[in-house]
């Protein structure tokens, strides 16, 4: 008998948010958390920032009651979500109560996994979390997001584990390679690195198939000590999103692993999303053609086929390669950032800024400023002085603010919402509240869903491009503010 190896499903998580748009709605998931219960496998991801923002705006399903369903349904494996820290989701920096808040309604409503990450590796930017989450009963990961630059060694990754294990006494240590970066030559090192930092914590390992190499890395990685390998039920595994179930199943019984998986309960919600796809034109997931410039510019894969069908639509593809070539450049002054959410897309944007109005760093977001001075997290390089320069030059006031010096934000909520939950009113703090509104009055319509479903939904809307264009062109305009909801967009000339 081989060791055993237990298999996190990524399917109603990472599944559909890297193959469907994150257009997976509540119903379409039921079945295949039925089939889930009696698979075998040790835990299920179900929640994070994008789940919750894309079931409220375009499937209008209540997040919190959808993972009280799947609880329900499925009430042997762990049920997995995730918290960014002290940065409550992507770009949105809030107080400290509504980062307690958070992780006190995750676990109240089913959750008893909870895994922190942030890009920049900051531990203290995770730790409260962890220990909150510890302290409600759940079981703790934290995530160690994987790049590759100057200042992502083995050595920093060792640290890291090091670090989270004695400070929140994690149960897991997550390998997170969003990217899809960690090559079958790496992987080896990298595993014995964070092995040797986490002791004798479980180590969980992540990736995407944009390389086409991840799934040799999960068999290099289990080699190597890796105890749980997260997987998709094809069609949402492959191409951008984590490798089959199926197939890494069926390679670590031939490698004389033991798996407690069913394969016939696999099969059958397999039959299910195929089934789905098809009812919804869906894209199903598939092997992708090796790319080596992937490991320069580093983008996820949705993010990626996104900004060029945006860059079409606002007739600037002819600009796409030097778009590209930007976003590295871009990366590299800014002290390496990991290309991972909200990190990716500060440097996309800051690079779409670059190129449209031709003047480098003349025109800077609020969340770049946030960046630089650390708002997310300690930089793991220094920015370049001459960049720093102009992007402090554009700081006001407002922009300055930390989130650890706002004020409560939960008795203003509570006054102006006296006959909602903490769940509705946590919705209202995070997502435009005309949305909350929308969903409250649609959740469940079937229309709703099959409309939301065709709408195109990326880091860079088209007609931000096209605004950035056209800004681009007016000598007088210094400024531009957009706000929708209590999202607010503040670009300097």
Partial sequence: MGKTITIRDTTLRDGHQSLWATR??????????????????????????????????????????????????????IMAGYTAGKVAWGFRLAPTDILELCTDLTVRNGVNMVTAMNGLLDTEMMVDQLKQAKALGAK??????????????????????????????????????????????????????????????????????????????????????????????????????????????SNLRAKGYDLNIDDAEIEAASQHLLGVAKRHGFPLGGPVEYDDTHYNHQIPGGMLSNLRSQLASANLLNRFTELIAEIELVRSELGWPTMVTPFAQLVANQALFNVVTGKRYGTVPDEIIHYVLGHYGKLLAPVNPGVLDKILAKANAAAREAPWDMPPALPELRKRFPNASDEERFLRY??????????????????????????????????????????????????VNIQSGNMRLRVVR
């Fill in 430 to 479: 995070m997502i435009p509240e005309a949305a909350v509104e929308d969903m409250l009055k649609h959740k469940g319509d079937t229309k709703a869903h099959d409309l939301a479903r065709r709408r195109d939904y990326g880091p860079v809307s088209a007609a931000l491009v096209q605004l950035l264009a056209k800004a681009a062109t007016l000598n007088d305009v210094a400024e």
């Fill in 24 to 77: 997976m709605s509540t119903d379409m998931m039921v079945p295949v958390a039925r089939h889930l219960e009696r698979s075998g496998v040790d835990s299920v991801d179900i929640m994070a920032h994008v789940i919750v923002d894309s079931a409220v705006r375009f499937t209008k399903d209540d997040p919190w009651e959808r993972s009280r369903l799947l609880r329900k349904l499925m009430p042997t494996p």
């Fill in 140 to 249: 703790t990961a934290a995530a160690l997001v994987y790049s590759i630059s100057p200042v992502h060694t083995d050595a920093l990754y060792e640290t890291k584990a090091r670090e989270l294990v004695e400070l929140a006494d994690v149960d897991y240590i997550m390998i997170k390679d969003s990217g899809g970066l960690v090559t079958p030559d790496a992987a080896g090192s990298l595993v014995d690195a964070v092995r040797r930092g986490a002791g004798s914590k479980k180590i969980t390992l992540h990736s995407h198939s944009m390389t086409g190499m991840a799934g040799r890395v999960y068999m290099i990685g289990v080699d190597h000590g890796v105890d749980d390998l997260q997987c998709g039920i094809w069609p949402l595994a492959q191409g951008s999103a984590q490798p089959s179930m199926q197939m890494i199943v």
